[in-house]
């Protein structure tokens, strides 16, 4: 069960409180610091939680009222607001001087105080983290049963117990986490032991299939090739594509992106490509995963929202699409 450590303007080292919390749930995924600003603290806990299957707050004593104010606003939590600290908001339980917690939306949330005391036993919170569901990535969009909590065009998150995923009749390699990882992150756990090299030529999202990769030091050495835009110029001269080709096959065809990725293949060495490319409207983009072997696997998908929100839909698919495509190799 994966967890998030959210620390509200501890000014030194976090390490005590998480040797102290690791005792409790197993996968940390996700720890955020944040100062003493109220919108600042109300988002770290807010994307912690909505991204993670727990919650762990460390605060101090003088941010108790901030804190209570984000429990009545975000998460709908009657609070008794009072100088005092650890007058606790309705509904959580006192389990020592300072620590609270409860279920919240199915999920755990625990206060630990930054004067924490050192003879609390974080045993007794095990039975909070010691639940059967788990936040599921399929990699398939608009599934919308009863225990989604979100879904668009490229993606669908649900929450599961273990008999529901028992029963779940989809094929495994739509699913690209079980820990509510993100989608580069899952693209990255899936190449990292392999020998792959990739070559991409991405003309679609601004640069952020990329930057989410290369945000990754490791993953980059498994890049060997990175296009995001290509001049006229440039793709008559590498490519003898001018103007005539581009009029008979168009610059949104699987024979253009077939040979971009090909071509790509052969100046990086590498074993798998992928291209996307977009209509002039911007909004149906084609994918076209290439291997090595000269196989290869190409869709076109629809996008809608505003320009970045369409950017980062495009950045989502092709990872998840081009881990698809490695998966299948099984090498």
């Not at 003493?36 to 004593?61: C, H, M, W």
């Not at 909070?128 to 993606?155: H, K, P, S």
Request: some cysteine; overall charge neutral; proline content about 2%.
């Amino acid at each position: 069960m994966s967890y998030a450590v959210v620390f509200l303007d501890i000014p030194y080292s976090c390490d005590f409180y998480l040797d102290k919390i690791s005792s409790v749930a197993e996968l940390r995924s996700l720890v955020v610091s944040c100062r003493d600003d109220f919108n600042e603290i109300r988002k770290s806990i807010e994307f912690a939680f909505q991204t993670t299957n727990g919650l762990f707050i460390v605060y101090p004593k003088r941010l108790w009222h901030k804190l209570q104010k984000i429990m009545l606003v975000s998460f709908e939590r009657p609070s008794v607001f009072k100088d005092e600290a650890y007058i606790v908001a309705s509904g959580f339980k006192k389990l020592s001087e300072g620590i609270f917690a409860d279920i919240v939306y199915k999920k755990p949330i625990v206060f630990v105080p930054q004067e924490l005391q050192e003879n609390f036993n974080f045993e007794s919170l095990k039975n909070l983290f010691n639940t059967q569901n788990q936040i599921i990535g399929i990699f398939e969009g608009n599934i919308n049963t009863q225990n989604t909590i979100f879904t668009d065009e490229v993606y669908s998150m649900l929450e599961l117990n273990k008999n529901e995923l028992l029963e779940l009749n989809i094929d495994k390699a739509k699913i690209f986490t079980h820990n509510a990882l993100s989608c580069h992150i899952a693209l990255y756990n899936t190449i990292k032991d392999k020998p792959i090299k990739i070559s991409i030529i991405d003309l679609s999202s601004g640069g952020f299939f990329a930057s989410k990769i290369m945000s990754i030091e490791n993953f980059r050495k498994h890049i060997t090739l990175c296009i995001e835009s290509f001049s006229d110029k440039a793709l008559e001269y590498f490519f003898s594509i001018d103007e005539n080709y581009k009029k008979r096959f168009g610059s949104f065809s699987e024979t253009f992106a077939k040979e971009l990725s090909s071509f790509s293949l052969t100046l990086s060495d590498a074993d798998f490509a992928i291209t996307v490319t977009n209509n002039s409207e911007f909004d149906k983009f084609l994918f076209f995963a290439y291997f090595k072997d000269n196989s290869y696997k190409i869709i076109i998908k629809e996008f809608s929202g505003a320009y970045n929100t369409i950017r980062e839909k495009v950045a989502n698919f092709a990872m998840l699409f081009l881990r698809e495509f490695v998966l299948s190799k099984n090498l």
